[in-house]
């Protein structure tokens, strides 16, 4: 995942032919920032969205789980609500279990009751969730 966010967030920011601080302003983050994600780092969910919102490209495309650049339906920003809803929806259509996952070592056994108060993991678990019950991370974050 995080080669091909690297890759496809490096080629999207190249087309766009903006300074790192240009675009850092534009999307109203640190400039700094940038040069980390080009070279690997993985943005917050919160900051993924925004690059995504820039380019109007789905989260999912830009971390390689679709080649659809973009969902007809989608919305900008996110809805904290969506994500422990899809979550467990995700379980449900998967018959398995947020203790399963974490024996995997995909999420963290104690994390769930978080979630429920309206927080969000890091991005990296929400990308192994998506990925391992073959979810959206659109979907898991209210864009679609």
């Given at each position: 995942m995080i080669n091909k966010f690297t890759e496809i967030f490096t080629d999207l920011f190249n087309e766009t032919e903006l300074s790192k601080s240009k675009f850092a302003k534009t999307i109203g983050i640190?400039?700094?920032r940038i040069t980390a994600y080009l070279?690997?780092?993985?943005?917050?969910?919160q900051t993924i969205i925004k690059i995504c919102d820039f380019f109007k490209c789905?989260?999912?495309y830009i971390v390689?789980?679709?080649?659809e650049f973009n969902y007809t339906s989608i919305k900008?920003?996110?809805?904290?609500d969506c994500f422990i809803t899809e979550y467990q929806k995700l379980l449900n259509q998967n018959n398995t279990n947020h203790f399963t996952l974490s024996k995997k070592g995909l999420v963290n056994e104690s994390s769930l009751s978080w979630w429920k108060k309206g927080h969000l993991p890091q991005f990296e678990v929400i990308y192994n969730?998506?990925?391992?019950?073959?979810?959206s991370i659109d979907k898991l974050l209210g864009r679609i």
């Open positions: 640190d400039h700094k070279l690997g780092s993985i943005p917050t969910p789905s989260i999912d390689g789980l679709t080649e900008t920003e996110y809805n904290f969730i998506a990925y391992e019950l073959g979810g």
